[in-house]
């Protein structure tokens, strides 16, 4: 039972490239979410999604996109990459019982 | 939006009974809190969940008092392998996760 799986694990960027972020759950999970965690700070929601074909913004959602187009993966974009979106993210997936969510293991990514 | 603060971090020995209070003055009658701890590079991990007076299970112990204005996570005989993060959390089932703020949490530091 995989539970919720970040690809990829570690990614460099260049300034102005793009790239996408897949986050898969195998638990039948309606809600899903992307953080991002930057040294020493707490969880900050960048976008999530209520259910297949929904997403919606979170805290930080400038300079992301998201799609849901499967009930089971979520995927974060960045357009343009800049070096303010270093940073490990994080994504997460409930739906189980009032505020149990369930992480994976991040992916981390720097942008030079 | 109920607004969670606690300690930044708390030093304890093996062996020993941690608490770790977190105050919640604007919580919410529909609002569940719950708490979650992150060791470094992973993602949170759900600890316990509680609505009022006492939640006991395997890892921790949750004090609700009747007031629900604060909330003490109580870890019985820690070891060095409790040495994390621990958010305390509080949101309604309405919204779930949408509104979890997972801010900088108690660093707790478990020494030998």
């Known amino acids: 039972n995989a539970g919720v799986t970040q690809t990829p694990k570690f990614r460099v960027l260049k300034t102005g490239q793009s790239m996408t972020l897949l986050c898969a759950q195998d638990?039948?999970?309606?809600?899903m979410y992307w953080y991002r965690q930057d040294p020493g700070m707490g969880l900050r929601l960048i976008h999530y999604?209520?259910?297949?074909?929904?997403?919606a913004k979170g805290e930080v959602p400038d300079g992301y996109n998201v799609s849901r187009l499967k009930k089971q993966n979520f995927l974060l974009g960045l357009e343009s990459a800049a070096p303010s979106q270093t940073s490990v993210y994080f994504c997460?997936?409930?739906?189980?019982?009032?505020?149990?969510?369930?992480f994976g293991e991040g992916s981390r990514l720097t942008v030079l | 939006l109920a607004k969670t603060t606690q300690p930044i971090s708390m030093d304890s020995y093996e062996g020993q009974e941690v608490n770790i209070t977190c105050s919640h003055n604007?919580?919410?009658?529909?609002?569940?809190i719950t708490w979650y701890q992150q060791f470094p590079s992973q993602g949170p991990r759900f600890i316990i969940q509680?609505?009022?007076t006492k939640v006991t299970n395997e890892v921790a112990s949750l004090f609700i008092p009747a007031d629900r204005k604060s909330s003490t996570l109580s870890l019985p005989r820690v070891s060095l392998s409790d040495t994390a993060v621990y958010y305390c959390?509080?949101?309604?089932?309405?919204?779930?996760?949408?509104?979890?703020?997972f801010g900088p949490g108690t660093r707790l530091s478990v020494l030998p």
């Open positions: 997460a997936s409930g739906g189980g019982g009032v505020g149990e969510l369930f």
């Open positions: 638990m039948n999970h309606e809600y």
């Open positions: 999604s209520v259910g297949e074909g929904t997403t």
């Open positions: 604007n919580i919410a009658t529909n609002d569940y």
């Open positions: 509680g609505y009022k």
């Open positions: 959390l509080v949101g309604d089932n309405e919204n779930y996760g949408q509104n979890f703020v």
